[in-house]
């Protein structure tokens, strides 16, 4: 079973609705990723958080928006998405944010927007 | 450029049949780190096996087995005797010193029939 929990395991989301989704680790890591995986494709890095900062955004669009409440959570919160943000959001977590480090993921979260 | 490539789109194989993934990457860093990764419909993101630059090594787990060659930039996966609960999307991932972020190939989809 993953160390790694996420909920919800379905959304299905208005382009006017707010949401969030949550993540919990409780591995003693200190570094959390956001990913977004579509459909028969790789994942693709959203944001990385280390000991509790925002270390990485990818160029995410501000409708996504992270938040690292302690080092064991991690949400990302929903605001006026598209039906093409539609996809698996995965959640991860490693020791730190170093070279090397097994990441491991959560189940995801699978996102419709509608 | 690509830094991971898997060139396998698809493979079926009926059951008990020998599977073997290739992975081929490309990176300018001494030290790395690859990755394997198995996605069932789920949707998580099950860690494999991890292997440094320097442990050139083969492992065998169970029906798993990895064979890494420095000289050809390779690191293919085989899985004796398959089964159905194989099937799933497996992801070849790499990490550099300079970059440490998980860089994934395309993955392989992989059906075992009975």
């Known amino acids: 079973d993953t160390e790694v929990t996420q909920t919800p395991k379905h959304l299905v989301m208005g382009m006017t609705n707010k949401k969030s989704l949550k993540c919990e680790q409780h591995m003693g890591h200190r570094a959390m990723y956001w990913y977004k995986q579509k459909a028969k494709k790789p994942p693709e890095l959203m944001f990385v958080y280390s000991y509790e900062k925002l270390s990485i955004n990818e160029s995410v669009p501000s409708r996504f928006s992270p938040e690292c409440p302690n080092s064991s959570l991690l949400n990302l919160h929903l605001h006026a998405l598209q039906p093409e943000d539609s996809a698996l959001y995965l959640c991860?977590?490693?020791?730190?944010?170093?070279?090397?480090?097994?990441?491991?993921f959560g189940e995801g979260s699978w996102l419709t927007v509608v | 450029a690509q830094k991971v490539t898997q060139a396998q789109t698809e493979i079926s194989v009926v059951e008990k049949e020998d599977v073997t993934l290739d992975c081929v990457y490309e990176?300018?860093?001494?030290?790395?780190?690859l990755f394997w990764y198995k996605q069932p419909p789920s949707g998580e993101l099950v860690f494999l096996i991890r292997?440094?630059?320097?442990?050139?090594q083969n492992e065998i787990s169970g029906r798993y087995s990895w064979n890494f060659q420095k000289s050809t930039s390779s690191f293919n996966f085989t899985i004796t005797a398959s089964q159905v609960v194989d099937s799933a999307v497996y992801f070849c991932?790499?990490?550099?010193?300079?970059?440490?972020?998980?860089?994934f190939g395309a993955g392989t989809t992989v059906t075992v029939r009975a």
């Open positions: 991860a977590s490693s020791q730190d944010n170093y070279s090397g480090n097994t990441i491991y």
């Open positions: 990176t300018r860093d001494t030290t790395y780190y």
């Open positions: 991932a790499l990490s550099e010193f300079t970059d440490y972020k998980l860089s």
């Open positions: 292997r440094n630059s320097f442990d050139e």
